[in-house]
């Protein structure tokens, strides 16, 4: 999932809805940071409401990734778009088709469920806005195993920015998909990436049920009836 999926049914409470794009943030401010579920566990019931905000969205984050990626939808969109961005690019781009086609298919969620409901990314930034970047990162400093240097940095930025809104424009949208290029350290994206844009939108759009609702997971069988 991708920031306003994770975080677009909590724009009620600030902290909380800061807790899903937390792991998100640190993964562009301090890469060597991770904040897991066993992390925030201790803090889930703290009398800090903010810090139990806080680490109720972290926690959020970890379980929606965990039902997303594994939904068979995910699976396929994200392979049909590897390889279609593998025929557009050539075989020698190394790991750009299978990260372009795992991000293409979050970051177009996202523009489906903008699309669908703008007033709420507005609610969305307005309540980001509200949060202390300074008191947030140094919430997340008494959880994570190691300290962030600079994720109070980057909250303003990202408030800043909006850039949530230019996924529903094909050029705008490009323009993102190279910033985080860059910053990953791949190759940018060729003018003509953007001709697969229309068609991989429809197809998210088309799933976007199946995207959204978790799978059953199927019980492991009892020895018993592995014994039959």
């Given at each position: 999932m991708n920031f306003f999926a994770h975080g677009r049914e909590f724009v009620d409470d600030p902290?909380?809805?800061?807790?899903?794009?937390?792991?998100d943030w640190l993964n562009v401010s301090d890469r060597g940071v991770r904040v897991r579920s066993r992390h925030v566990e201790p803090w889930l019931a703290d009398e800090d409401a903010r810090?139990?905000?806080?680490?109720?969205?972290?926690?959020?984050?970890?379980?929606?990734?965990?039902?997303f990626h594994a939904t068979s939808a995910f699976a396929e969109l994200c392979w049909a778009f590897t390889v279609e961005i593998r025929d557009l690019l050539g075989r020698d781009d190394g790991l750009r088709p299978s990260f372009l086609g795992h991000i293409l298919v979050e970051i177009l969620l996202d523009a489906t469920l903008i699309a669908q409901d703008p007033d709420?990314?507005?609610?969305?930034?307005?309540?980001?806005?509200?949060?202390?970047?300074d008191l947030l990162a140094e919430l997340v400093n008494r959880?994570?195993?190691?300290?962030?240097?600079r994720l109070a940095?980057?909250?303003p930025r990202f408030t800043a920015e909006r850039f949530l809104w230019?996924?529903?424009?094909d050029g705008k949208l490009c323009y993102r998909?190279?910033?985080?290029?860059?910053?990953?350290?791949?190759?940018?994206?060729p003018e003509a990436f953007a001709a697969l844009l229309p068609s991989a939108r429809r197809r998210v759009e088309d799933r976007q049920h199946e995207?959204?609702?978790?799978?059953?997971?199927?019980?492991?069988?009892?020895?018993?009836?592995?014994?039959?």
């Open positions: 902290y909380l809805l800061a807790g899903t794009a937390v792991p810090l139990r905000s806080l680490a109720r969205g972290i926690a959020q984050h970890h379980i929606d990734d965990g039902w709420n990314l507005t609610a969305y930034y307005q309540a980001m806005e509200s949060v202390d970047a959880m994570a195993p190691r300290p962030t240097e940095l980057l909250i230019d996924y529903a424009e998909l190279n910033q985080v290029m860059r910053r990953v350290g791949l190759s940018e994206l995207l959204l609702t978790p799978e059953p997971v199927l019980a492991a069988p009892r020895q018993a009836e592995i014994e039959r």
